[in-house]
């Protein structure tokens, strides 16, 4: 669920023309082609490096499919994702607010999917449509989408739209290195919402207030107007912290 400029909330369910459309500019622009590889595919590749984020690259095993090949594979009832093709030599550079200039290989992880096999687009497609649709200028999120924003500029480019701003923030680890969340067991959230946004405030490094702020509307006036992200730590991530 996202929110349109005027308020009203936007369900991706109700966006599959905007999302058809894009889908359909990128193939007939001969960036596109059918994969029927499976994750267990792709992660049993023995010569597939690891690419940043620990995610498992894609080695081009549909890349060069001939009809007949496809043919044959739908016939046996096996359905498509849908990979963009990305050129060896294709880089999609940015400059993010913390980290300046960032140059990535966007062929370093592989070819990536815009389109899934039940017929969902892919989290790349959707994000770089629903933002131009909103009109989105300024993107901030955890250092572990930093690959993904080369992809989503590069698409930007070939659809025609806006690319907005992007600010990375380092992601908070356990002990073992691992992104806090459900999946790695990551505590729940204090039932006090500002103690919890103090304590993000801080792992990030920003202004500490003069004296103690009583509610959560009181810590986001105040955040807006002491926001320094010149002041971010320029690290993928940090150790999370402890409870205020």
């Known amino acids: 669920m996202r929110v ?3 308020g009203a909330p936007v369900a991706q369910s109700d966006r599959g023309p905007s999302y ?7 193939k007939a622009a001969g960036r596109l082609y059918p994969c029927f590889c499976s994750r267990r595919d792709i992660a049993a590749a023995a010569s597939a490096p690891q690419a940043p984020g620990d995610e498992t690259p894609y080695g081009g095993a549909c890349r060069n499919l001939d009809a007949d090949a ?6 046996s009832g096996r359905l498509p994702a849908w990979r963009f093709r990305v050129d060896p030599d ?3 550079p940015f400059d993010d607010l913390v980290r300046g200039r960032i140059t990535p290989d966007l062929a370093s992880a592989g070819d990536f999917v815009v389109r899934r096999a ?3 687009p892919a989290y790349q497609l959707a994000v770089v449509v629903d933002d131009a649709a909103q009109a989105i200028t300024d993107v901030v999120r955890g250092a572990d989408l930093l690959a ?6 590069f698409l930007q480019r070939l659809l025609g739209v806006a690319s907005p701003r992007y600010l990375h923030v380092p992601v908070a680890v356990d002990a073992h290195g691992r992104k806090l969340s459900k999946e790695t067991g990551a505590a729940a959230l204090p039932a006090s919402a500002l103690s919890a ?3 993000a ?3 990030l490094e920003q202004p500490v207030p003069d004296g103690m702020l009583q509610s959560v509307v009181e810590f986001w006036s105040w955040a807006q107007a002491n926001w320094r992200p010149a002041q971010l730590p320029r690290v993928a991530m940090r150790p999370a912290p402890r409870r205020v």
């Open 201 to 203: 405030w801080r792992f």
């Open 118 to 120: 039940d017929g969902v």
């Open 70 to 75: 496809v043919a044959e594979r739908l016939a």
């Open 90 to 92: 294709e880089l999609a």
């Open 20 to 26: 058809e459309e894009a889908f359909e500019k990128l």
């Open 197 to 199: 946004l103090l304590t």
């Open 148 to 153: 993904s924003t080369p992809r989503q500029i």
């Open 4 to 6: 349109a400029p005027d």
